[in-house]
């Protein structure tokens, strides 16, 4: 958990008792691969911090199967939009490894902020946080090519081919796995 705790010192500013504060309403929870987190149709209660594995959020549409976003170890993971409105996802969180997560039930998340403007800095951080993935992703699938979206994100993500299929970093890239067969022996010839 040195991941999380160094975040919120280092990153956000805040002081150890925050943590020792924090970490009394965490839960810790483990997934064996393929084991959901969360379902489409149920409402997001929590916010993950990924200690170690690997999440996708996807949709389904017509049977097919669409990755929206891949978590590994040291992100935030949560059905965002769900968790905010207290509506029902229209995604799944779906472990693509055995992980371990630290999640912060939404009553607990929603009684910090209320109990010191400290706490406050973590939900900017948490939010600009999903935001800008969020947006970098978006801008990148209608701006880039399928081979500038590959290359974004193996420097984004140097360990991802080793811990994510073809066929689900394909998902993500919007691409078909036999494309990005194709990206990945064009980017090898050309280096």
Request: charged residues 25%; positive net charge; aromatic residues 14%.
């Amino acid at each position: 958990m040195n991941n999380f705790r160094d975040i919120l010192i280092d990153k956000i500013g805040l002081q150890e008792e925050h943590y020792l504060n924090l970490s009394k309403v965490l839960k810790k929870v483990y997934l064996k691969k393929k084991d959901f987190l969360l379902k489409a149709g149920n409402i997001c209660s929590f916010i993950g911090f990924i200690q170690e594995g690997v999440l996708r959020s996807y949709v389904q549409k017509d049977g097919d199967e669409f990755n929206i976003d891949i978590y590994l170890q040291g992100s935030f993971v949560s059905s965002y939009t769900s968790f905010l409105t207290q509506m029902p996802s229209k995604g799944n969180l779906q472990a693509l490894a055995d992980t371990t997560i630290y999640i912060i039930p939404y009553k607990d998340y929603s009684e910090l902020l209320k109990s010191t403007g400290d706490w406050y800095l973590f939900g900017k951080y948490l939010a600009d946080t999903l935001f800008i993935k969020k947006c970098q992703r978006e801008t990148s699938l209608l701006t880039d090519s399928a081979t500038e979206r590959y290359r974004l994100l193996l420097k984004t993500y140097p360990q991802i081919e080793q811990l994510v299929t073809q066929y689900h970093i394909a998902s993500y890239l919007g691409i078909k796995p036999e494309s990005l067969s194709r990206i990945k022996s064009l980017t090898y010839i050309n280096e």
